[in-house]
């Protein structure tokens, strides 16, 4: 079966316009890295079952695994590559190194996204809500304490 | 994975066009789920029409008779977070956020929510048998590993059981699902949305090709204070229920006016009884009522190879999640039993 | 002038600015020119053979390139020993698209190579394959009956096979005071890396390759590469600086190096292959087992038998084997003992190491063995342990290099308040929760193995150091800079570590809890060597202020050589490499374990783990509330990546005993739950307090460094506290894990 495969789609990504000509069975998550070659977005699972992908669309998090490109036109994406400004990081990322909230790394860009739009959504009050907020965001390294150890550090000193 | 078209509808009757009757032309809202199917290559669809530009489809607003009309279009979150859920319908809002992550509440839809495939792991493996996906071909689950499988309701060709918290909340609260089709507009009562598997255990509800979820009518009620969602599983947070209940009561002072109780991880379609219920009317709100009204629902429960330990272990949830009910401050994030 | 030591400092990882920004590039994510990409296909049957396989409607679609199948496969390397890599089990290696013969479910069985991604993965959906089924096996208990010795091999050097027998432990069982016999039993396990196994080969010409791979080692799939087929090793280049976890994964080259090395080769392009999450469960995995174990003791607490026999399920083709049977002999004395170790061949994928591969499934059974047995003599667990403290290695009565075991139980205990713990099961309550202690010993083998360091002291004066190894987040890089930064009293910064590259000076495997003993002790070495060829320049400068000074008379600080007795006489590195005429001077030295002497000596790391479960008094469901270990494993070069590695593997342990699990139907021969979603490893919510401790444990004999290796001793102890920790709330043994908590009910 072939269709009429490539259509352009227009989304930013960090602030920056981009026009793509994408099929429509291209996911955001491969246009970010195949594509834009914006790799700090993680690929591991492809199936929205760890949350590595997690990626901002119009500030709300969501898995770019799970979604059409096709389906973002007009979307404001900010990727990992767009949380610091220039050359000062984001409290979080700051927050992420100083109490070694990871080992291998392949995580991380999606735990950070994760927590920037949870701390935005403003629902968690406790250490335990943060944890179960931040449940879709798996880390095999087993940097579990450390991550809500520097979540918390930087929502408490946003309070 | 297949390749497949993609369509932009402007407007409802367009996407009800587009869809025709052909079942390979599905509807794509949050695409949580259908993805996930597409990505296994359970699902081909031959077009995907796009819905999210349906503005029609994405408010909460207030029903004449004073209850919601959730729009099929929004997210399980923006649900689960509104002001009139949080205040008419808590037992929803909890229901919603022990289901899945934040990130794929922030995109899953509430019409998505309700046509969720199993989590049966044959289902879910195209290249073994299961007669859900290629009818006739068998079932090894019910010879197979079988710990999350049905204990209720469950036919000689699937055990499956239907994934969603949300839809349990939504059973036990006598939501009206509304779709409109090429036939026109219906709804149809909750109950009747999902189905058993008997014979055919391909249809997981009564939706005909082509038709489009518009809408979940709530009723109004007088369960805002005293419910409570309560989910077990193998893991505290986004893992699927093995036994879930939603539980709400309408007390006067410790007598039970009404009572419901929804439970899911157990068939192939959240399970109520009206029978179980209809006990408890104008009984008192204790123990001992609520363990015999968890008999009534779990009549007939049958447990397989792995997992025969359901059928008990709903009916300490109930009776737990019925005292939870009776103190909702009990609850705690995840769904998780009271302290 | 005196520099501050960074050993000891709790220094944040230095790449982790690459890591929190998304700038670190892992193996699928390399740019290169004109790529082409892959997607594999899996056979769907167990066992038997392909009979036909029709690629003509996948060839059609456009954009694809190219299809491999057996049938048209390049003529490679024939000698199994070609492909036979570092860490290769003793029998005969899997070789993909080898021919039609199906081994085992998941198989590769062909490689799409297309424009893009997307095109290349629906392709391989049009394949039409079709298969001659066979008969299988895949259940351990079934073929209980089958099982033998493991066959010999160069892996048996590492996990050597167990003693012989001592004494009678058969008639120590029964004539002792106090008996347990149990039966413990394991499931599958896949690592799940968070990374997708992934390769970019880059196609250079004339026969050379540069490889961005997963991997555990550069180096041995440099060789790997090189010997399948038949390159030059100079011409083929792995590198692997960020990897997304390993955990045992990637001891091995994987099937997707193979295919993307094959695919390049024959098509002359580069090419980049990264398998799926599913495909994540078709190359080995930490093996299902069934462990027997028969432990007694007299009515003083002192054991007088340990006998453990272990079944470990391998493939039909390699004889992958685990130290498991007899941990409990270097942990406790016992004049009485028996250890056997047995394999079944099942048609399955070889196992491959899995963190702490062995003493993971051995400490579990021997730790629960001795919890049940201290409450039938009526011993508090901790008590029943410090009676039968062993000084020296009961297994072999020779002393330990350090051990500070003892120290570990005392803190650990004190930290955590076992004192207060009410022996007597389901007794301790909190509102609906059964609170329940569990503590359990841990042990592993503290490896070193060779490797080779490049010192350097660069133009500017900055010291360089290479080596091979990869950094798979345990914090590697950082501490190489450390250990090198501290022997020139340089700050870190003015230190550059080059790693993750098979042309940098050779490196074993990144396994065993093994690298800082082994790079790190090479560092020292290099960087003595290095110390003195500077010195000796230093010394025939032209009018040098050090040209009588002899080698003991100087010392380096802040970049500088100078005189002890007179530090002001200094000369700047960077002027002793203008000295060189400006050429940079180095040296490349060997680390390697000092075999001769530590012929006399037993070598471990140990730990105590202290666990606190709530189990719901109706429901059942279990959470490990928080967990204190304490760890023994001489110097620790950064606590604060240490930390991060115990608590790591703590999380790992309590997902052993709670949660993950790979699902293996029997009946069809394959896993069932392949997926993130349906093998459970714990989330945030699940993981509560946890606390490291390390003991002070000074050891001057084991390596240059006095290190051991922190990457899998904070794991061994955990599952065996939270099953102890279980039946403490609930009064009920579990001997197999996962414990399902519905098993309470």
């Known amino acids: 079966m072939s269709y009429p495969a490539a259509r352009p789609v227009t989304f930013s990504v960090n602030g920056v316009s981009h026009t793509l000509s994408l099929a429509p069975w291209v996911t955001l998550l491969d246009a970010l890295r195949e594509r834009l070659r914006l790799t700090g977005t993680k690929k591991g699972c492809d199936h929205g079952q760890c949350g590595a992908c997690t990626v901002l669309c119009n500030d709300q998090r969501i898995l770019s695994c799970m979604t059409l490109a096709v389906m973002k036109q007009g979307a404001a994406i900010t990727t990992i590559e767009g949380i610091a400004t220039g050359d000062t990081l984001h409290p979080l990322q700051q927050a992420f190194i100083d109490h070694d909230a990871f080992q291998c790394g392949y995580c991380t860009p999606g735990q950070i996204c994760s ?5 935005r959504e403003g629902k968690a009050r406790t250490r335990t809500e943060v944890k179960e907020l931040m449940s879709g965001n798996l880390c095999r390294c087993g940097a579990n304490k450390t991550i809500i150890d520097a979540i918390m550090e930087v929502k408490e000193s946003y309070e | 994975m297949n390749n497949f078209d993609y369509l932009q509808p402007q407007s409802v009757s367009e996407a009800v066009d587009q869809a025709g009757t052909n079942d390979s032309n599905r509807f794509i809202a949050g695409g949580t789920n259908l993805l996930d199917l597409w990505k296994y290559d359970l699902l081909h669809p031959a077009a995907l029409i796009d819905i999210n530009q349906l503005p029609a489809l994405n408010s909460i607003t207030e029903t004449a008779e004073g209850g919601l009309r959730l729009g099929a279009l929004c997210t399980n979150a923006a649900t689960a977070y509104h002001p009139l859920v949080e205040e008419r319908y808590p037992l929803l809002s909890k229901a919603i956020l022990a289901g899945a992550s934040a990130q794929i509440r922030n995109m899953a839809t509430n019409g998505g929510n309700l046509l969720q495939r199993t989590r049966c792991y044959y289902f879910y493996d195209p290249a073994v048998p299961c007669n859900k996906r290629n009818p006739g071909s068998g079932c090894p689950a019910i010879g197979g590993y079988n710990r999350m499988h049905a204990i209720l309701g469950a036919s000689d060709q699937c055990i499956a059981v239907f994934p969603s918290d949300m839809c349990v909340a939504l059973a036990a609260l006598n939501a009206v699902v509304l ?31 082509g038709e489009l979820i518009t809408a979940i009518d709530l009723p109004p009620n007088r369960f805002a204070t005293n419910y409570s969602y309560l989910k077990l599983r193998d893991r505290h947070s986004y893992a699927f229920a093995l036994v879930s209940v939603a539980t709400a009561l309408d007390l006067d002072g410790d007598t039970i006016r009404e009572a419901r109780i929804a439970l899911g991880g157990v068939a192939h379609k959240p399970w109520r009884n009206e029978l179980a219920e209809q006990f408890l009317q104008g009984k008192a709100a204790i123990e001992a009522n609520f363990a015999a009204a968890a008999d009534i629902l779990l009549q007939g429960a049958q447990g397989y190879q792995h997992n025969g330990f359901k059928i008990p272990l709903a009916k300490k949830a109930i009776i737990r999640n019925s005292l939870m009910a009776l103190d909702p401050a009990s609850q705690l994030p995840g769904a998780q039993p009271s302290a | 002038m005196q520099s501050t030591p960074t050993v000891g400092k ?3 990882r230095l790449e982790g600015i690459l890591k929190v920004t998304g700038a670190a590039r892992y193996a699928a994510e390399y740019e290169v020119p004109d790529l082409l990409h892959g997607y594999v296909v899996n056979s769907t049957i167990t066992k038997g053979s392909i009979t036909r396989i029709d690629t003509t409607q996948a060839m059609a679609v456009e954009g694809v390139v190219h299809i491999f199948t057996h049938e048209n496969r390049p003529r490679l390397a024939w000698f199994d020993l070609q492909y036979a890599d570092m860490d290769a089990p003793p029998g005969t290696v899997f070789k993909p698209l080898h021919d039609a013969t199906i081994h085992y479910n998941g198989q590769p069985i062909a490689l799409v190579i297309a424009q893009d991604v997307e095109t290349a993965r629906y392709a391989a959906s049009l394949l039409t394959i079709e298969y001659e089924e066979t008969s299988f096996d895949t259940c351990l208990n079934d073929n209980l009956h089958k099982a033998r010795k493991p066959k010999k091999g160069l892996a048996s050097v590492m996990k050597s096979p167990p003693p012989k027998p001592t004494g009678d432990v058969k008639k120590a069982f029964q004539q002792s005071a106090a008996q347990v016999a149990a039966e413990f039993r394991h499931s599958t396990e896949h690592h799940n890396p968070m990374e997708l196994f992934a390769t970019t080969t880059v196609y250079e010409g004339d026969g050379q390759l540069t490889i961005y791979d997963k991997t555990q080692s550069t180096i041995n799939n440099q060789l790997y590469v090189a010997n399948v087929f038949g390159l030059k090793y100079k011409y083929v280049r792995v590198l692997a600086p960020f990897v997304g976890g390993g955990f045992g994964s990637g001891l091995r080259p994987q099937y997707q190096l193979f295919l993307c090395v094959m695919a390049a080769l024959q098509l002359k392009r580069s090419v980049r292959l990264v398998l799926d999450r599913k495909q994540m469960f078709s190359f080995g995995h930490r093996p299902q087992n069934v462990q027997r174990l028969h432990f007694s003791a007299d009515d003083k607490g002192q054991l007088t038998g340990l006998s453990h026999t272990a ?38 994928h070889t196992p491959v190491d899995m963190r702490a591969p062995g003493g993971n499934s051995a400490l579990h059974a021997i730790e629960c063995t001795m919890d049940e047995l201290a409450y039938k003599l009526g011993i508090d667990p901790l008590e029943f342990r410090l009676r039968n403290y062993a000084d020296e290695d009961p297994s072999t009565g020779k002393p330990f290099t350090s051990k ?22 389901a007794s301790m309550k909190r509102g609906n929760k059964l609170v329940g202690y569990g503590m359990a010993t841990g042990i592993w083998d503290a490896f070193q193995f060779p490797a080779r360091v490049e010192a350097m002291i660069d133009q500017e004066g900055k010291l360089v150091i290479s080596n091979a190894t990869t950094d798979i987040g345990t914090g590697t890089l950082t501490i ?8 020139f009293g340089l700050p870190i910064e003015q230190v550059n570590v080059h790693y993750g590259d098979s042309k940098k000076p050779f490196s074993m495997f990144q396994g065993g809890s093994a690298t800082t003993a082994s790079t790190g002790s090479a560092i020292v070495i290099a960087a003595q060597a290095l110390k003195k060829k500077l010195w000796k320049i230093a010394k025939g400068m032209d009018g040098s202020p050090l040209a009588k000074a002899g080698e003991a008379d100087v010392a380096f600080d802040s970049g500088q050589i100078y005189l002890r007795h007179d530090p002001s006489v200094a000369i700047s590195l960077a002027a002793i490499v203008a000295a060189n005429k400006g ?6 030295n060997m680390g390697k374990p000092h075999l001769l002497k530590l012929r006399k000596y037993a070598k471990a790391t140990h730990s105590a783990a202290f666990v606190e479960v709530e189990v719901d008094a109706e429901l059942k469901t279990i959470t490990v509330t928080r967990a204190v270990t304490a760890v023994a494993a001489g110097k620790i070069i950064n606590p604060k990546t240490a930390r991060s590695q115990i608590e790591g593997s703590m999380v790992w342990g309590i997902s052993k005993a709670l949660h993950e699990a790979t699902i293996l139907d029997e009946k069809l021969g394959k896993f069932m739950n392949p997926n993130l979603a349906e093998y459970h490893i714990p989330v945030h919510a699940d993981i509560h307090e946890l606390d490291v401790i390390f003991a002070d444990e000074p050891d001057e004999i084991i390596n240059e460094l006095g290190v051991k290796g922190v990457g899998e001793i904070g794991l061994v102890a955990m599952p065996a506290a939270i099953a102890n920790a279980v039946y403490h709330a609930t009064g009920k043994r579990f001997y197999n894990l996962p414990i399902h908590f519905n098993e309470l009910l």
Not at chain 2, 188 to 206: C, E, S, Y
Request: aromatic share 10%.
């Open chain 3, 404 to 425: 500070a075991l003892r120290a570990c139980y005392q803190l650990a205990a004190e930290q955590f308040g076992w004192h207060q713990r009410n022996p007597q099961p």
């Open chain 3, 583 to 588: 050429r940079p001077i180095k040296t490349t």
């Open chain 1, 115 to 119: 927590a920037i739009g949870m701390l």
């Open chain 2, 179 to 209: 779709v409109t089709g090429q036939q026109g507009d219906r709804s149809i009562p909750f109950a009747d949305f999902h189905r058993l598997p008997g014979d055919q255990p391909a249809l997981d509800n009564t939706l005909l090709p």
């Open chain 3, 311 to 348: 079944f470990s399920a391998t493939s039909q083709f390699e004889d992958y084997a685990e130290t498991v049977s007899e941990w409990s002999h270097k942990l406790y004395p016992a004049p009485h003992t028996s250890f056997d170790y047995q394999l079944v061949s099942l048609d399955l």
């Open chain 3, 10 to 12: 709790p220094i944040s």
């Open chain 3, 480 to 487: 190489m800079t450390q250990i090198a930064a501290d022997e």
